[in-house]
């Protein structure tokens, strides 16, 4: 017979071996960002990060979904990995039939993925009235619930957003997508607006490329211009300079246009004059007023502030 302390031995052993085992098994899932467990939504981030096996991962997402298992969650990764396979449309569909199923603290994470979805599939009209909308809750202070600042995460780590920060974030994207649709003067007057609440480099490049469209190269070179003199927010940044020093020559090789503005962008002289009335309250004192948001609400000038 085996002793008591033969006994005492063995099981310290396979105390050991078990300890050892588990911080295995938790390094591993910290390794690969993939939660514990045997669950469906657990399968099917373990297919989509170690397996790599896109396809195995939305099968098993899907019944994440059904089983109830994270929903919120299966519906975000879903949405990756569909927009990796180029099945945006799919995702769309997906999340707008099940966000539902979703508590209410999920919807704005969820407006953030079909915002990405609509960019990469190129619905420039559905992603500028769901920009639109995102800005009127802020607005009313329905997301960030009346606090100066949220959290939020990115690839895994979590930090404060102001709500001037999201509130300029989501107009540069606002800016973007008029920007599609050639739109260059209110595309403008987004980023002027984004600028003024938040300003960065990257907007200053998208504001100097508005200018140019609209043959506008000396307002585009003074833009352009403080990004080189590092006078604006992210222009210490390489990449920053490189873009606005591409601009900067771009417009040394243009001509004036003979044409006017208004047969760039085809747009009428009372549009254009109602809009060169409003250029010109942007002195000094600059209006809190802009066309744009004329529709949004009575809150709109809160954040002007």
């Avoid at 910290?30 to 195995?56: F, N, R, S």
């Avoid at 299966?74 to 180029?86: E, F, I, R, S």
């Avoid at 480099?201 to 998208?206: E, M, V």
């Amino acid at each position: 017979m085996m002793s008591s302390s033969s006994k005492n031995e063995m099981m310290m052993m396979m105390s050991s071996s078990s300890s050892r085992h588990n911080e295995k098994d938790q390094l591993f899932h910290i390794l690969h960002k993939i939660p514990q467990g045997d669950t469906p939504y657990v399968k099917a981030k373990h297919a989509q990060l170690v397996e790599k096996d896109p396809e195995a991962a939305i099968v098993l997402f899907w019944k994440a979904i059904n089983a109830g298992d994270r929903v919120e969650s299966a519906l975000k990764d879903m949405g990756v990995v569909m927009k990796q396979l180029n099945r945006t449309e799919e995702a769309i569909e997906a999340i707008k039939s099940f966000r539902g199923r979703c508590p209410k603290q999920a919807q704005e994470s969820l407006d953030n993925v079909l915002i990405d979805l609509y960019k990469k599939c190129g619905k420039v009209d559905e992603q500028i009235e769901l920009l639109k909308r995102k800005l009127r809750l802020i607005y009313r202070g329905e997301i960030f619930n009346g606090k100066p600042t949220k959290t939020a995460r990115s690839h895994g780590k979590k930090f404060q957003v102001s709500v001037q920060q999201e509130t300029s974030r989501l107009l540069g994207n606002l800016g973007w997508a008029y920007m599609q649709k050639s739109n260059y003067l209110t595309a403008e007057v987004v980023y002027r607006k984004a600028q003024m609440i938040d300003p960065d480099a990257n907007k200053a490049c998208s504001l100097g490329i508005c200018l140019i469209k609209q043959g506008r190269y000396d307002d585009a070179r003074l833009v352009l211009e403080e990004i080189s003199q590092r006078k604006i927010p992210g222009s210490e940044e390489i990449r920053a300079r490189n873009r606005a020093a591409e601009l900067l020559m771009e417009i040394n090789t243009f001509e004036r246009p003979p044409s006017d503005v208004s047969d760039i962008l085809g747009l009428d002289d009372d549009f254009l004059n109602g809009l060169q009335l409003l250029t010109n309250e942007w002195g000094p004192a600059r209006s809190k007023r802009l066309p744009i948001f004329e529709e949004i609400s009575s809150f709109r000038d809160q954040l002007a502030c």
